[in-house]
């Protein structure tokens, strides 16, 4: 039965995308097969399920193939299939929501309503009225 490395597996199947980012998920803990969690170098095989937590959500995944040569993305499914149940996706959707609802004023990057008010803040459109060619007076004197 073939078997792959965990970190070269996920950067294959595109989880991650290098193996680095891969490798460094199983060392803070965040990877386990079957339940339990796992270092890099950890073997995988067809019928484990693997889960990444990658907060605020946890992703399961069946592994159909182990490979450790990355593959095009419309290979993807041959190699695994997603098993992350609908819940932690409705999670995800929250987080997103909330996100910007708990954000405090002036922190990170402005609304884009807030940069609208900046750029009117600092050209208010009743200056585009005005006509500031100043030079064009000092020629028509002469």
């Known amino acids: 039965m073939p078997e792959a490395r965990i970190d070269k597996w996920m950067w294959a199947a595109r989880i991650f995308k290098t193996r680095t980012i891969a490798a460094e998920a199983c060392k803070k803990g965040r990877i386990s097969i079957n339940g339990s969690q796992v270092k890099p170098a950890r073997m995988v095989k067809p019928g484990d399920v693997v889960q990444v937590r990658k907060p605020p959500v946890t992703y399961s995944f069946k592994v159909l193939q182990a490979i450790e040569k990355r593959v095009g993305a419309k290979l993807v499914p041959e ?3 997603n098993v992350t149940t609908p819940d932690q996706y409705e999670l995800l959707e929250m987080s997103k929501i909330s996100g910007f609802v708990d954000r ?3 922190t990170g990057r402005p609304t884009k309503k807030e940069r609208r008010d900046l750029d009117e803040f600092f050209m208010p459109e009743y200056l585009d ?3 500031f060619d100043f030079d064009d007076e000092e ?4």
């Open 139 to 142: 020629e028509d004197e002469e």
């Open 79 to 81: 190699i695994m299939e």
């Open 104 to 106: 405090a004023r002036g």
């Open 129 to 131: 009225d005005f006509d």
